[in-house]
């Protein structure tokens, strides 16, 4: 077989068949192919797109590309969540403790920031002494001893789609349904959790912009994890605007540790709540939505969610002190006040520009290679619905520059819309699959 021809039939919008889907993977895999035709192959997909069938056998290739992980030995079903990316998602932080303290054991192997999105592994590795390159065997250990444990995904896990999303940062195919699909349901799989729930994002700070094609992002993913037998739900949630009022790292470690003390915006409470009850359900904690709702409820107010997280933070080497005391994080040399220009209610927070900002003060990477201010972000004084008066804050701006804080300023200040009405209530989940 020759990379030239297969590139040539799906430049065409051909079918590739399985063994010519087998090849593309293994020659990614193996380095025998170069990147300019991977590069172009990815491009055909692109603009051709994959049939729900090649699909699966290219989510399959790439499994079997690396290691699967077996979780076995746990000795329960294990729960797993995963968010295709967005601005201020902290989701995992406030779930993966509460569903522990519920008793549904996690395993969480999360990424990096990845373009303009935040990601957990960098949140969690704010906590002075946090660890997170776990073997495969200490992840398994500290589920066993804990009931959670969230560590880096380790390269010999789906190497193929590490290569091929390396490649489709730089060639502008990253937000292609198949591509998406394949890489996000691979890794899913070889992490060896027995149910997972995808966040699937839509929105200016998502990847993937509408509605609708999210709902196809969805059934592509739900559909192909059932033809590699395992079950997967979809919630699709909106990330027009960030989630809560903190957007960068350890600003939203704090903001889930008030989530776990009982305080809450409206977007993250609804998010949280019901991918924790889909979980529950799944697990049969709880009969129905409502009996899940309490559940959680009731997780909160004991301090029991709170504990969970207490035992992830110690059981990765993190100083827990920080749950009482936020001042042990790293704190930013600089801040800066951005003030309402008029009276009005906020009605619009763009994420992709506060992500965009986010990035400028240093909470995100440029280069691979880049360091990150772990205490660089912003602070949403004032979120949608709520009313500012002119002169009252409306965002902190949070940076050891003083030079970032003033090329963010403005991109913060253009993300905000104000209305003289009462703006209507906004639902976070669209949709679940
Ligand atoms: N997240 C992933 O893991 N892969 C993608 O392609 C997009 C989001």
């Known amino acids: 077989?020759?990379?030239?021809?297969?590139?040539?039939?799906?430049?065409?919008?051909?079918?590739?068949?399985?063994?010519?889907?087998?090849?593309?993977?293994?020659?990614?895999?193996?380095?025998?192919?170069?990147?300019?035709q991977i590069s172009a192959w990815l491009m055909a997909v692109y603009f051709q797109g994959m049939t729900e069938a090649e699909t699966a056998y290219f989510t399959d290739a790439i499994i079997k590309s690396g290691e699967v992980i077996d979780l076995s030995s746990i000795g329960?079903?294990?729960?797993?969540?995963?968010?295709?990316?967005?601005?201020g998602d902290k989701i995992t932080i406030i779930l993966i403790p509460l569903l522990a303290s519920c008793g549904i054991p996690v395993a969480k192997l999360s990424g990096r920031g990845l373009g303009h999105t935040g990601g957990t592994i960098d949140k969690l590795e704010s906590i002075p002494g946090f660890k997170t390159d776990l073997k495969i065997s200490q992840?398994?250990?500290?589920?066993?001893?804990?009931?959670?444990?969230?560590?880096?995904?380790?390269?010999?896990?789906?190497?193929?789609?590490?290569?091929l999303y390396a490649l489709r940062d730089v060639t502008a195919t990253v937000d292609s349904m198949?591509?998406?699909?394949?890489?996000?349901?691979?890794?899913?799989?070889?992490?060896?959790a027995d149910f997972v729930v995808l966040d699937v994002k839509y929105g200016s700070g998502a990847f993937i912009k509408t509605e609708k094609d999210a709902e196809t992002l969805s059934s592509l993913m739900t559909g192909i994890a059932s033809k590699l037998g395992r079950k997967f739900n979809a919630v699709i949630s909106s990330m027009a605007q960030p989630l809560g009022r903190m957007v960068g790292n350890s600003l939203e470690i704090e903001e889930s540790i008030d989530f776990l003390k009982g305080t809450s915006t409206p977007d993250i409470k609804e998010l949280t709540y019901e991918i924790a009850a889909l979980t529950l359900i799944h697990f049969k904690k709880a009969k129905d939505r409502n009996e899940a709702f309490n559940i959680i409820d009731e997780s909160i107010q004991s301090g029991k969610a709170l504990k969970s997280l207490k035992k992830l933070i110690k059981s990765q080497g993190g100083n827990p002190d920080v749950i009482n005391d936020f001042k042990l994080f790293k704190q930013p040399l600089y801040s800066f006040e951005i003030k309402a220009e008029q009276d009005g209610f906020v009605n619009n927070i763009d994420a992709y520009k506060i992500a965009y900002a986010c990035k400028l003060l240093g909470a995100g990477r440029e280069k691979k290679t880049d360091s990150i201010d772990y205490s660089a972000g912003i602070k949403?004084?004032?979120?949608?619905?709520?009313?500012?008066k002119k002169g009252e804050t409306i965002a902190t701006l949070f940076s050891d520059s003083?030079?970032?804080?003033?090329?963010?300023?403005?991109?913060v200040k253009?993300?905000?819309?104000?209305?003289d009405e009462t703006p209507a209530e906004r639902k976070i989940v669209y949709k679940v699959i």
């Open 76 to 87: 329960s079903s294990i729960a797993d969540k995963h968010s295709t990316g967005g601005v």
């Open 414 to 419: 253009n993300a905000f819309e104000f209305s």
């Open 402 to 411: 003083e030079e970032k804080l003033s090329l963010a300023e403005p991109i």
């Open 380 to 388: 949403l004084n004032k979120i949608y619905a709520e009313y500012a």
């Open 178 to 192: 198949p591509l998406i699909a394949s890489s996000v349901v691979s890794k899913k799989i070889a992490s060896g």
């Open 139 to 163: 992840l398994i250990q500290k589920v066993k001893k804990n009931g959670l444990a969230i560590a880096s995904q380790t390269k010999k896990l789906t190497p193929a789609d590490g290569k």
């Open 1 to 36: 077989m020759r990379f030239v021809d297969l590139i040539e039939k799906k430049k065409k919008g051909f079918e590739h068949t399985k063994e010519e889907i087998d090849f593309i993977v293994s020659s990614v895999t193996k380095d025998t192919v170069p990147d300019y």
